[in-house]
């Protein structure tokens, strides 16, 4: 018994202090317990095969797609418009629909959503972003509250409450409880933010360093400017020629920037993009985006039986397999006083050259004839690998920014609706219950991965939160000490001694309040795998059904803000909302313990004793 409590306390001390990684600290804990015989191997290793760990792997590749093919963002924007330019109103929008997404997305990956958005609202509206921001993340994770799969702490509750006899918790068991929560949090939080105001900057004006993402690109080289994208039908007579057999600069002055192939349609297509090269041969339903006078683009169309697209909305360049990168010419460079013609890029690095920085000004008409200078930043298009092996020559140029990073950041918008539908279908079926919940969950993220949300899968594992996994793996057979040794027996029998000969009210109070001191120190699920079995024998050591105990549990996991370090979303918000330590007391403190008190009263009237 004293090795694990010893244990306990040591792994708590570490998550603290934060000089380890959470994981490794678990790791450690897991290697003391199974060293010192407390644990079997077997035991030690059944946190990583629970299906609530490979659940937890597969919604992270879920989440990831729907960030992936821009989905999050399209959301996002739409809020926006909803918002309009009242404070209040963009605050109940802001703060509610946070919520709604947490109970579907991780509070971390709904924050990291959110937070551009938000501070994008406020300096429109002239508001302050850290009116908005720490309210978002309490936001999400009472969101969490919401779905069976909101947050790792229902998960685990939901397990626990299974192996005590229950039966399975189904998506929306936590709705009834979950709802009152997020409307009595959003009541509280309209006053208590405005205490986050006072003395801090507005926050929604921050960042005004210039950005280098792709769209900035294309903005600063005025690029989308004499775009045109050209459709090729099966009767035009350049099909099956290419580019360099028609000569578009020389016959017409035209650059062709890119040749995009559209395969499929609706949720099934699939889009391919290619660098023009000489050589590059153009099929039927290709498109060509080409730049140049509207005249020669009229004159080339009309010779061969084209069709030209004037929205303007279908103009503009994508990034899904070609990219835009900058580099700029060493001192010494190789390069340095000859042509852009000369250079050859396209036939020496298959990548083109589209524009010159020289200075102020953006060079993007007549390149040929134009000198590389020193100084000169010269703006390259091609496949990411591309550009990705061109920034391997260190000795002439240096590539600005990280290909394989830009790369990442690229959102797969045509797949969109692919991704949504896999979500709505895994809600639904975990919603109904026809299959087990892991069963949905990794079918929904193979789905993902099959249906081209992601470029690879390799893109589709980086969107797994490992340290996570490991940590709720590696705390998880921490139960089995605690059962074994008698830990959890003396908790729980302390706490229905002190505390059931008044009732169960008191008794789930202590278990609510317990659980939520823990989680000051130590992460969410972590407190949650500890408290389940203590609040499972504490209910039947006093003879009341385990079911409300374990929920006092995960809301007292869940419902953490009096500490910028008690969840991840709290963490992410601090520095972009300029937020100290005392504005979590002040305003996440009060908050805590009101929705603490209202729970206590309102989880018994949902899942009686």
Not at 143 to 160: D, F, Q, S, Y
Not at 339 to 355: E, H, M, P, S, Y
Not at 561 to 589: C, E, I, R, W
């Amino acid at each position: 018994m004293y090795i694990t409590i010893t244990t306990l306390i040591l792994a708590a001390a570490g998550f603290v202090s934060g000089r380890l990684r959470a994981d490794i600290v678990a790791l450690i804990a897991l290697l003391i317990l199974t060293i010192s015989g407390i644990l079997t191997t077997q035991e030690a290793l059944s946190g990583f095969s629970n299906p609530i760990v490979i659940m937890m792997i597969g919604l992270f590749i879920v989440g990831g797609a729907v960030f992936n093919t821009g989905l999050a963002k399209m959301l996002g924007a739409r809020l926006s418009k909803l918002g309009g330019n009242s404070p209040t109103r963009l605050f109940l929008v802001v703060v509610l629909a946070t919520g709604i997404i947490g109970g579907f997305v991780s509070n971390t990956g709904t924050v990291a959503l959110m937070l551009p958005i938000v501070v994008s609202m406020a300096a429109a509206t002239g508001s302050s972003a850290s009116r908005f921001l720490m309210p978002i993340a309490f936001a999400s994770s009472i969101g969490g509250m919401l779905t069976l799969i909101g947050t790792p702490p229902n998960l685990v509750i939901a397990e626990a409450w299974e192996e005590a006899g229950g039966e399975p918790l189904t998506m929306f068991t936590f709705l009834p409880t979950g709802l009152i929560c997020l409307i009595a949090g959003t009541a509280l939080l309209i006053p208590m933010s405005r205490w986050l105001t006072r003395g801090k900057n507005n926050a929604g004006n921050e960042g005004g360093a210039a950005s280098h993402s792709l769209s900035d690109i294309v903005e600063r080289y005025n690029l989308n400017n004499n775009l045109w994208r050209i459709e090729v039908p099966p009767t035009s007579p350049i099909s099956g020629l290419t580019l360099g057999s028609l000569a578009l600069r020389a016959n017409y002055g035209l650059d062709v920037l890119e040749l995009r192939m559209v395969e499929g349609r609706s949720l099934l297509k699939n889009v391919t993009q290619e660098a023009p090269t000489a050589s590059s041969v153009i099929d039927p339903g290709d498109a060509l985006f080409v730049r140049g006078a509207k005249e020669s683009v009229d004159r080339f169309v009309g010779d061969y039986g084209l069709t030209l697209r004037e929205n303007a909305d279908r103009r503009n360049l994508r990034f899904y397999d070609i990219g835009l990168a900058e580099i700029v010419p060493l001192p010494d460079s190789a390069i340095l006083k000859e042509t852009i013609a000369q250079l050859d890029f396209r036939k020496r690095f298959n990548v083109n050259i589209l524009g010159v920085r020289r200075g102020d000004r953006y060079i993007i008409d007549n390149l040929g004839a134009e000198v590389v200078r020193k100084g000169d930043v010269l703006l390259v298009q091609g496949t990411w690998k591309s550009i990705g092996e061109i920034s391997n020559d260190t000795s002439n140029w240096v590539v600005l920014g990280q290909p394989e990073s830009m790369a990442s950041n690229v959102t797969i918008d045509y797949k969109a609706p692919v991704a949504g539908s896999i979500m709505l279908a895994m809600i639904a079926a975990l919603v109904f219950g026809t299959l087990p919940a892991v069963t949905v969950v990794l079918t929904a993220a193979v789905a993902m991965i099959l249906s081209g949300c992601f470029r690879s899968v390799a893109d589709a594992y980086k969107t797994i939160n490992w340290e996570s996994v490991v940590l709720i793996g590696a705390m998880m057979p921490m139960s089995f000490a605690l059962e074994k040794t008698g830990v959890s027996s003396m908790v729980s029998a302390s706490l229905v001694s002190a505390l059931g000969g008044i009732g169960p009210h008191w008794l789930m109070a202590g278990i609510y309040f317990t659980t939520s001191l823990l989680t000051l120190f130590i992460s969410n699920t972590a407190t949650a795998v500890l408290m389940a079995p203590i609040a499972v024998q504490s209910a039947i050591a006093y003879g009341v059904s385990p079911l409300p105990m374990l929920f006092a549990v995960t809301f007292g996991a869940s419902l953490c803000f009096m500490s910028p370090f008690s969840t991840p979303p709290n963490a992410l918000v601090m520095p972009a909302g300029q937020y100290t330590f005392m504005d979590y007391v002040k305003v996440g403190g009060p908050l805590q313990l009101i929705l603490g008190l209202l729970m206590i009263m309102v989880i018994p009237l949902v899942f009686p004793f």
